[in-house]
């Protein structure tokens, strides 16, 4: 008997290892990417552009289903300081609801106005936001297209402050690279911040992302990604990387790789702000990740070998695969929480030594990455890190407690199931609007939440063995897996019975 509790445990430590290693692998990645962002001032000062110079541009607004927030989009966009015979704008509504109405209004006023805005209808969703764009190009000879969601509030100066970037963007090109830019990228701010502690916390990860990620992959000149909106492409790469697609959720992220492979590069603007709303519920900000956790793993298989076959230098293809799958980070931490409680039995049981944990101190140094990384986000912001830190430790159980949720969008994946664009809702909420939740998008209760609460059991029990052998780092994460998975699901059940 003792024999087969030491080879289970040989095996269950050796699986063990190995995710740990995965692990550290991206927690050294983080380190790098903060280090790299701290180094450089990623202010890009824009070549002189004429007045003449400026070129004709096309606001591309997709929404979908957007009562809430379509107007004060449509409004933002209409106020944009720009030549206004060099300013198209078009609403590219797919609406099914009354959306479709407000819209129209809103498009009419600014009209009559004399802005040159359009209410494009199409004749099928087909293609979904990908289509839309797509189908707006087709509408227009302009080269350089602004896209805006329907949650964000581009200020009226943003193309101003912008097109240099891109419209003069040879002068501006760093040393790094001489290729042409296919994209400008600003950085996303957030309306309601404040909000609830929800939202708090995912303005620190969006932070993280844009302060540390997309400025660190940016001036080193590793292939970064267009966020979906805040941005602005040009007709010529979007073209020349064969236009956008709707084979994977996330059209942004693969017509980014595709334009890189096609020897495109992009400009990322941190000093240049476009505020947006945040999720405000659990169940909102829950299909969210799931979406671009799917569509991370559908680009990455679509793309990744690809990549690995191009010319680009081993360093943008060791970047570029730890980009395209660091939702995998979520499903290594899921095995890792799995596997604590058996080896945590099988080391009782037998009376064998703790090696197991007692080995492990280089992952629990790396596994503190993000935390640093956030941090550094905070000081990039010009903001002091210690007043966030709470919160900061906070995001990693959050993060936590979105596992299962990821380990369900692998899943899908894997079994070739389609996953249907699901929108994000949102309600207006924010520091420029403000309405009644009375009648808002209303989301049903996703049973995930019952896993989730298992889980964080399973977790639970683990810290408490954990404790009673005297293993307080593997105690640690156990408890904040067990307190991330508790909270995520406990604060979607309460909200969805608001």
């Known amino acids: 008997m003792f024999e087969i509790f030491e080879i289970l445990l040989v095996v269950l430590a050796s699986v063990y290892f190995v995710a740990l290693g995965v692990l550290a692998i991206y927690g050294v990645n983080f380190l790098y990417l903060t280090g790299k962002a701290l180094r450089h001032n990623h202010k890009v000062a824009p070549p002189v552009l004429a007045a003449s110079d400026y070129p004709s541009v096309t606001v591309q607004l997709p929404i979908f289903n957007e009562r809430y927030v379509a107007e004060r989009l449509i409004d933002a966009a209409a106020k944009l300081d720009y030549p206004p015979a060099l300013l198209e704008i078009q609403v590219l509504d797919d609406s099914t609801d009354e959306t479709v109405a407000l819209a129209g209004q809103r498009v009419a006023f600014w009209q009559a106005q004399g802005v040159n805005i359009r209410h494009i209808r199409r004749p099928h969703r087909t293609g979904y936001k990908a289509g839309a764009l797509a189908y707006g190009m087709t509408q227009t000879g302009n080269e350089f297209f602004a896209i805006f969601d329907a949650d964000f509030l581009p200020p009226p100066d943003y193309l101003r402050r912008i097109m240099p970037h891109i419209a003069g963007a040879q002068s501006s090109a760093p040393a790094l690279t001489v290729a042409p830019v296919a994209f400008a990228q600003a950085r996303w701010g957030h309306l309601n911040r404040a909000g609830s502690l929800l939202t708090r916390l995912q303005a620190l990860g969006i932070d993280g992302h844009f302060a540390i990620e997309q400025c660190a992959r940016s001036q080193a000149g590793h292939i970064f990604n267009f966020n979906g909106t805040a941005g602005i492409w040009r007709r010529a790469a979007i073209e020349a990387a064969g236009g956008w697609t709707a084979d994977t959720l996330t059209e942004d992220l693969d017509l980014s790789y595709r334009a890189a492979l096609k020897g495109w590069r992009g400009v990322y603007l941190d000093e240049v702000e476009v505020p947006a709303e945040l999720p405000e519920h659990f169940a909102a900000f829950r299909r969210q990740q799931r979406r671009w956790a799917f569509g991370s793993f559908q680009t990455a298989r ?124 949102k309600s207006g909420i924010g520091a420029l609007a403000a309405v009644s939740f009375a009648n808002q998008y209303v989301l049903g209760l996703d049973r995930i939440v019952f896993a989730e609460l298992l889980f964080a059991l399973w977790n639970g029990i683990s810290m408490l063995l954990a404790l009673q052998q005297g293993l307080w780092g593997v105690a640690f994460y156990a408890g904040l897996f067990a307190v991330g998975l508790a909270t995520v699901a406990i604060g979607t059940i309460v909200q969805a019975l608001e």
């Open 302 to 425: 679509k793309l990744l070998p690809k990549i690995m076959a191009s010319a680009l230098p081993l360093r943008h293809k060791s970047q570029a695969a730890l980009h395209l799958t660091a939702y995998t980070i979520q499903l290594w931490m899921a095995l890792v929480s799995v596997l604590y409680l058996p080896l945590l039995l099988i080391i009782r049981g037998v009376g064998l030594p703790a090696w197991v944990f007692n080995t492990t101190w280089l992952f629990n140094l790396t596994a503190f990455a993000p935390t640093l990384m956030f941090m550094a986000a905070q000081v990039r912001r010009g903001q002091g890190w210690a007043a966030e830190l709470p919160r900061i430790f906070l995001l990693s159980g959050l993060g936590a407690g979105m596992m299962l949720n990821t380990c369900r969008a692998a899943l899908q994946l894997f079994r070739h199931r389609q996953y249907a664009f699901e929108r994000t809702p």
